[in-house]
């Protein structure tokens, strides 16, 4: 935990009673670190409050430091218990362990895939132990409000939990090693943002067969750095499909494709970014239901308006926007105003642009916006044309349309 988060919660942590995990378990150095059973009060209280306050910002920085166990258990005979845990089997080999069942990676996965026996001794004694995954959202896995077993000798943990427990644990073991190794890739603050980069990353790699520690923090360093799909590119096709069988470090088979496929990548990854950058823009705008977009209005009757406006009003859209005090007539040639950034509906809303004429008569025109969403700020421009059929007319432009061909 880091040093901020020790100091805001060290004088709560004072007020309630914590029991080390280990406890009269022979790893006294441990025992003074956590992890630490809290009999948490119920919430009720500035005191009490403070502390549940604060365990769950802690959570939602970094989900990995707290859980939450729902007993009628005495906390005492439930720390016994769990220190049956601590010393388990591992399979295949039956290789014994300290055994960190409490990380909230692993809870759901021991929930999960355990056999029924094992899962019942672990949580049967509980009405429910809860945690966060590294989204924020909460994890419940039920127990059975059942009496505390007979302690067994060692925790059996088969082989495929053993293997189910390393991929859940792959990407914190990654962000550790890009922290010492490349730590400026982990351009986010806290623990949860990272992680949640990392899986989808750290699932990429095992899918190729990738395990080792090492060779999965180079997958992923590369990811962050050129995206998830960087992957894509047929040399490092051939490079990864056969990893599996291969003995060689990845970074060294990385290497040796050369800097000119690494330049494809990161040409790609470019355009990838810039397209992803489009999208998020695009979709804030489609959400918001307009753009503020540089806007040219011509005029291409012979009459001249005044105080000429653009209302719309269609769903949870609502606002008017004035476009000009005076647009004179088009007389010899089209006049045209240049506007800097006016707020338009998205294409394909239906909206109302106002004017005063001759002998301040009021006009209006209904339309429906066309075209595309820009894919930038800053970018597009809006036309909004008063044409000769006396009709109103709006198109929306990603990028400004060159002028017609002059013969």
Excluded at 353 to 369: C, P, Y
Aim: aromatic share 10%; net charge negative.
């Amino acid at each position: 935990m880091s040093g901020i988060w020790q100091r805001q919660l060290s004088d709560t942590l004072k007020t309630v009673p914590r029991f080390a995990l280990y406890s009269d378990t022979g790893l006294d150095d441990l025992s003074q670190t956590g992890p630490f059973l809290i009999s948490c009060p119920e919430p009720e209280g500035v005191e009490a409050r403070a502390l549940c306050n604060g365990l769950n910002g802690l959570t939602r920085s970094d989900h990995r430091f707290v859980s939450w166990i729902w007993t009628t258990h005495d906390i005492e005979p439930l720390i016994g218990h769990l220190q049956t845990l601590l010393h388990a089997r591992l399979g295949p080999d039956d290789g014994d362990a300290w055994f960190f069942f409490h990380q909230p990676a692993y809870l759901p996965v021991l929930h999960r895939e355990l056999p029924e026996p094992s899962r019942r001794y672990m949580f049967g004694p509980c009405l429910a132990w809860w945690c966060l995954d590294p989204r924020g959202e909460l994890v419940e896995l039920a127990g059975e409000n059942l009496p505390l077993p007979a302690a067994w000798d060692a925790f059996p943990v088969p082989g495929e939990v053993v293997s189910a427990l390393h991929r859940a644990g792959a990407p914190a073991q990654v962000r550790a090693w890009l922290q010492k190794v490349m730590p400026a890739l982990l351009d986010r603050n806290d623990a949860n943002a990272q992680l949640q980069q990392l899986t989808p990353l750290a699932e990429q790699a095992f899918a190729y067969g990738i395990t080792g520690k090492t060779d999965l923090g180079v997958y992923a360093a590369h990811g962050l750095q050129y995206g998830a799909r960087y992957d894509d590119h047929p040399a490092l096709q051939g490079v990864l499909t056969q990893f599996r069988a291969g003995d060689a470090a990845l970074i060294d088979a990385y290497a040796a494709l050369g800097s000119g496929v690494w330049k494809e990548v990161q040409e790609t990854a470019r355009q990838r970014a810039a397209e992803a950058a489009a999208q998020a823009h695009q979709d804030k705008l489609r959400k918001y239901g307009y753009a503020k977009v540089r806007t040219r209005i011509i005029n291409r009757t012979e009459h001249r308006k005044w105080k000429v406006g653009l209302i719309a009003d269609h769903g949870n859209i609502g606002f008017e926007s004035a476009l000009a005090d005076e647009l004179p007539g088009g007389v010899y040639s089209d006049e045209e105003i240049d506007l800097p950034a006016v707020n338009i509906p998205i294409p394909g809303t239906q909206a109302v642009v106002k004017w005063t004429g001759q002998a301040g008569r009021e006009n209006s025109d209904e339309f429906v916006v066309t075209g595309e969403l820009p894919r930038a700020e800053g970018e597009g421009l809006v036309i909004v044309q008063f044409a000769r059929d006396f009709r109103v007319y709006v198109r929306m432009y990603a990028e400004e349309p060159k002028p017609a061909r002059q013969w």
